[in-house]
């Protein structure tokens, strides 16, 4: 079983910026691929990011290429979203999760999960 917990959201202005962080209680944690996804209200669960279990494969959705890095710190047990000029359209609720499988984007293939974590970009 693996727990994680999303910190690090909040209110910021357009154009701003904000770290998300996610700590896995997991003593495996370095053989899982790490993913971030957001849901904005009304919409459905999207990737946004994710990292191979050693980090050195990253891999994005388009729409925040050039504006978000996703980080890991294996020692830590932490995985980070860095969110750089940030637009009204970002908001949502970011969730991170654990996979087994290798480069997923897919919500389903994700055994994890936090609780989610809100973002609200004002314009």
């Known amino acids: 079983q693996v727990q994680l917990v999303e910190s690090g959201g909040g209110l910021v202005q357009t154009g701003g910026s904000l770290r998300l962080s996610c700590a896995a209680s997991a003593r495996t944690f370095s053989s899982y691929t790490m993913g971030w996804f957001r849901q904005a209200q009304g919409n459905e669960r999207e990737f946004v990011a994710g990292?191979?279990?050693?980090?050195?494969?990253?891999y994005y959705t388009d729409s925040v290429k050039d504006r978000f890095t996703i980080s890991r710190d294996n020692a830590e047990n932490t995985v980070y979203l860095q969110m750089n000029s940030l637009k009204p359209g970002d908001t949502a609720v970011y969730y991170c999760?654990?996979?087994?499988?290798?480069?997923?984007?897919?919500?389903?293939?994700?055994?994890?999960w936090g609780r989610g974590i809100q973002v609200t970009v004002s314009s």
């Open positions: 999760a654990a996979s087994r499988l290798v480069s997923s984007r897919m919500s389903q293939d994700y055994e994890y």
């Open positions: 990292a191979s279990w050693s980090g050195d494969y990253t």
